[in-house]
């Protein structure tokens, strides 16, 4: 038989850890947790202000020199396509006097050049870059006899030879440019039209 | 203070004191927790932009000795040839200085110049993606005329072509005279570089005779 000597609302536990006593430490350490929490959180946003200024100050040190180096880049891009278009003025030229030089030298003896033009125009390539084109335009007369191999090789001394081999584009002779000299019926006259390669500026 | 001992009164307490934490959480939230964090991430990326914003200056300052080099060696080169062989306005006219320079390498060649004559400034087209940036050089052009023979003419324009990389001759015209066979009517049009400066040339001949 049980008998129970005390009321309900008089018992008490035997235990040592009460369940008070575990919701105040339960409660504490959440206290405690949630301080720490913060106090993290509040540290890492004063580290991330502290680390903002510092970059601040380097900044302010830095700019400056980056500017002036930014400036400098500016300048070498200006100078650099400055002395680009100065150079273009050089490699676009054809130096006439050696290239008539090399005309006296290739022109066989029985031919008699009477007249010689040179004309310069600009062009634009087909990658829109200004290009000078150079026309060479030689006339002359030779005897009837041979006159027709005497101009034929003078055709191929100035598309072969130098220093015309890599200057010229063509040499022709126009159409009706080869004809019997009016002024003597027994010389010919005639014309060679020689186009130089396009030279460009850039 | 005691809770009621009322059931239902202590329950309703207990859902009023709910109500209030739950408002007070809200408010915390809304006006201290979340602009906490949202400055915290604009901190943060302020912070990114700047790191990177140093990251390229300190880039660009460590290849700031090669472009300094760089730099120089353009302007040492760009310099000598401009004061070496670009031409430059005497008192305005740029005329002056290249008869002066014709004539002392006809001389050489003992050619007497007929007459030379101002063409103008003239400046070489361009398109495209440059369409618009002004160049830095334009040719100033004279038209020569001399009597003179083949050699004469060679050796006359070559000394001039030696003499100065950057002129061009653009344009030759050499006729001969059934009257005296040595000697040739000679008609050269020669151009020269002049500087340009804020698209202007210097002197006086800039504008005129443009053609």
């Not at chain 1, 006899?145 to 022709?172: G, M």
């Not at chain 2, 309703?12 to 915390?28: E, N, S, T, W």
């Not at chain 2, 140093?54 to 040839?81: C, H, M, Q, Y």
Request: glycine residues 4%; positive net charge.
């Amino acid at each position: 038989m049980h008998i129970n000597l005390i009321l309900e609302n008089e018992q008490r536990s035997a235990s040592p850890v009460t369940f008070a006593m575990f919701i105040r430490i339960v409660a504490g350490t959440l206290i405690v947790l949630v301080l720490l929490g913060l106090f993290s959180v509040y540290f890492s946003y004063r580290e991330l202000q502290n680390s903002v200024r510092y970059c601040d100050t380097e900044w302010a040190e830095t700019e400056p020199k980056f500017l002036a180096a930014q400036q400098l880049r500016q300048d070498l891009i200006a100078r650099s396509a400055k002395l680009k278009e100065i150079q273009g003025w050089r490699t676009t030229r054809v130096e006439w006097g050696r290239q008539m030089e090399g005309v006296q030298a290739v022109t066989p003896s029985l031919i008699q050049l009477t007249e010689l033009k040179v004309s310069q125009d600009i062009l634009m390539l087909s990658n829109s870059v200004p290009a000078r084109v150079f026309e060479l335009r030689l006339s002359g007369r030779t005897a009837a006899a041979r006159s027709e191999s005497n101009v034929s090789e003078f055709q191929t001394a100035l598309f072969k030879q130098p220093p015309f081999d890599t200057y010229i584009e063509s040499v022709n002779i126009p159409a009706g440019a080869f004809r019997q000299d009016p002024l003597n019926k027994a010389d010919r006259v005639f014309e060679i039209v020689c186009k130089y390669n396009p030279r460009s500026f850039e | 203070m005691k809770l009621p001992e009322n059931k239902k009164e202590r329950l309703q307490v207990f859902v009023l004191i709910g109500i209030g934490v739950a408002a007070v959480l809200y408010a915390m939230t809304q006006l201290v927790v979340m602009p906490f964090f949202a400055s915290k991430q604009e901190l943060r990326s302020s912070l990114q932009t700047k790191k990177a914003k140093l990251e390229k200056a300190e880039r660009e300052l460590n290849f700031a000795p090669k472009i300094k080099t760089e730099f120089d060696s353009v302007t040492g080169e760009l310099d000598t040839i401009i004061r070496a062989h670009v031409l430059r306005p005497i008192l305005g006219s740029y005329l002056v200085g290249v008869s002066e320079t014709l004539e002392m390498q006809a001389r050489s060649c003992n050619i007497k110049l007929d007459e030379v004559q101002e063409i103008g400034v003239r400046e070489p087209p361009r398109t495209g993606k440059k369409a618009t940036v002004a160049r830095a050089f334009k040719a100033y052009a004279v038209q020569v005329s001399v009597k003179a023979s083949y050699e004469q003419t060679a050796a006359f324009l070559r000394k001039l072509e030696d003499m100065n990389p950057y002129l061009c001759v653009s344009d030759v015209r050499i006729t001969g005279q059934p009257d005296s066979p040595e000697t040739h009517r000679v008609t050269l049009r020669i151009e020269w570089p002049i500087e340009v400066e804020g698209g202007k040339e210097q002197g006086a001949a800039a504008g005129r005779g443009d053609k």
